[in-house]
């Protein structure tokens, strides 16, 4: 069953923590993403990766730091330095970086984080 | 940066009947992609339709069709024989054909009420 999950569903951070949020791909696609979207807002990218061991800044990456050890992960971590992180974390990914009518990005669950 | 303009933050429609949802946005770029993403309440972004700006003829899945305006820089979705699982915010979102280029622009949404 192919697809991309997110965990945890909800989490909840207090201030001056760490968090890492995970996703998860078997669909074999090379690029993956990291958007946020908070109320009434579309949602903006975060960090990207278009192949393992490298990845790029998006709009809105400071705060935020991620890794690609292995092409099915896409791990994210939400610093102490995002002053405002309570947001909907949503992961996603697609065959190829771009520029083909299949790199199409297809989107995780997402994972609802909270900091208290 | 590209900008994706949904107008309409509500919209309703009565079961069985259709409705069109607007999306305008801008660029200097000929060639790009654009699609249209529901998130029903659970939040996960699923893919509805899609549209390649050098195609002219307009794309339909199912009860899904879009109306490419490129002149216009339009790109609507009528949605046909209204049910009540399309209940959910709708995304229009626009992607540069650039290679490498995979950042999706995404407007601010518009809810969509099913009315039995």
């Known amino acids: 069953d192919g697809g991309i999950t997110q965990s945890p569903k909800y989490l909840f951070r207090k201030e001056g923590q760490n968090v890492t949020l995970s996703c998860e791909q078997n669909?074999?696609?090379?690029?993956m993403y990291w958007y946020r979207q908070d109320p009434g807002q579309g949602l903006r990218l975060i960090y990207y990766?278009?192949?393992?061991?490298?990845?790029q800044k998006g709009d809105i990456a400071e705060g935020y730091s991620v890794s690609r050890e292995k092409k099915e992960s896409f791990p994210l971590t939400v610093t102490s330095a995002q002053k405002n992180p309570t947001a909907f974390y949503l992961c996603a990914s697609s065959r190829g970086p771009g520029g083909s009518w299949e790199d199409t990005q297809y989107f995780g669950p997402g994972t609802r984080l909270t900091v208290l | 940066a590209q900008t994706v303009t949904q107008s309409q933050p509500e919209m309703s429609v009565q079961e069985a009947e259709t409705v069109t949802l607007s999306c305008t946005y801008d660029t200097s770029e000929s060639d790009y992609y654009l699609f249209w993403y529901k998130q029903p309440p659970s939040r996960q972004m699923i893919l509805v339709i899609r549209q390649e700006a050098y195609k002219q003829q307009n794309a339909t899945e199912n009860r899904f069709s879009v109306n490419f305006q490129k002149a216009a820089k339009s790109f609507s979705l009528k949605i046909s024989d209204s049910q009540l699982g399309d209940a959910a915010m709708y995304f229009c979102a626009y992607r540069s054909h650039e290679t490498g280029a995979n950042n999706l622009f995404f407007g601010t949404g518009t809810r969509l009420t099913v009315i039995p």
């Open positions: 990766s278009q192949i393992v061991n490298d990845f």
């Open positions: 669909l074999n696609h090379d690029a």
